[in-house]
């Protein structure tokens, strides 16, 4: 029998680079399918879901495709990108029977909702997942700093972070084999030693706000989940 969930209401934030899967560039239907059933099986546990994607996978804003761009017109480009990803993740949660509405920090109404607060809290209480798009809708950001904005607005009980890998490590452990993989973290920790989990504005709104954010592999079935029941394998910063 599978224990109940340790938390009422998520964020997840997902990496554009995690809807890649063995491609380069762009959008993999399967891995966003795949990840979509991970998103549908804590979902099913009655849990209410916020989702934030990153844009990596088509377009950031400091990339060198962008060098030739001003940075602040390159920004809105990265975020106009995360509404693909958030339109392709609907439809394949969608496609699985999951109800969901995608609001994005830049209005653009013909396509999805405008970002407004309390519609969204209203979505989560009718059983929808809500997929935030466009980050912040301000150049200068990540959409870290959006899923943990997010997160504090909509009240959430813990902001998860599903990478690469199976948690924050000292080093990349794909490229350094004496990286040191870490269970727990303050957030000062995670600050003072520059770990690259998220960035500083992210870890500090939550620090401020104490909001526990657990990283873990988003490519191990069943993580999400497990992480979701108090039980997976991650990092919990905190
Ligand atoms: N971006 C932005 N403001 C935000 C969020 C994102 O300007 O609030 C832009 C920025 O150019 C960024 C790109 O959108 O590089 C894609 O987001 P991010 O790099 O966070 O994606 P991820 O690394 O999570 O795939």
Redesign the pocket.
């Known amino acids: 029998p599978t224990s109940s969930p340790k938390y009422r209401r998520v964020l997840l934030k997902l990496?554009?680079?995690g809807l890649m899967g063995d491609q380069q560039y762009g959008l993999d239907t399967d891995t966003v399918e795949r990840i979509a059933g991970e998103v549908k099986s804590v979902y099913d546990m009655g849990v209410q879901v916020c989702l934030v994607i990153?844009?990596?996978?088509i377009?950031?804003?400091?990339s060198a495709a962008a060098t030739k761009i001003e940075r602040a017109t390159?920004?809105y480009m990265?975020?106009l990108?995360?509404v693909m990803n958030a339109l392709a993740m609907q439809s394949l949660l969608e496609s699985l029977g999951v109800p969901t509405r995608v609001q994005s920090a830049i209005p653009m109404t013909t396509v999805c909702e405008p970002y407004i607060r309390r519609r969204a809290v209203r979505h989560l209480e009718k059983g929808r997942i809500v997929i935030f798009a466009a980050?912040?809708?301000?150049?200068?950001?990540?959409?870290?700093?959006?899923a943990a904005l997010r997160a504090v607005e909509m009240n959430c009980d813990a902001l998860l972070k599903g990478t690469q890998v199976d948690g924050v490590y000292s080093a990349d452990p794909k490229k350094d084999p004496d990286a040191v993989r870490y269970d727990t973290l303050s957030y000062q920790e995670v600050l003072s030693q520059n770990l690259r989990v998220m960035d500083a504005s992210a870890i500090a709104l939550s620090r401020e706000n104490e909001l526990p954010i657990l990283v873990f592999s988003i490519h191990k079935e069943g993580a999400f989940a497990d992480v979701v029941r108090g039980e997976g394998h991650c990092t919990i910063i905190e």
């Open positions: 990496s554009g680079e990153g844009a990596g996978n377009f950031r804003g400091m390159a920004d990265g975020m990108a995360t980050g912040t809708g301000n150049p200068y950001f990540t959409t870290d700093t959006a």
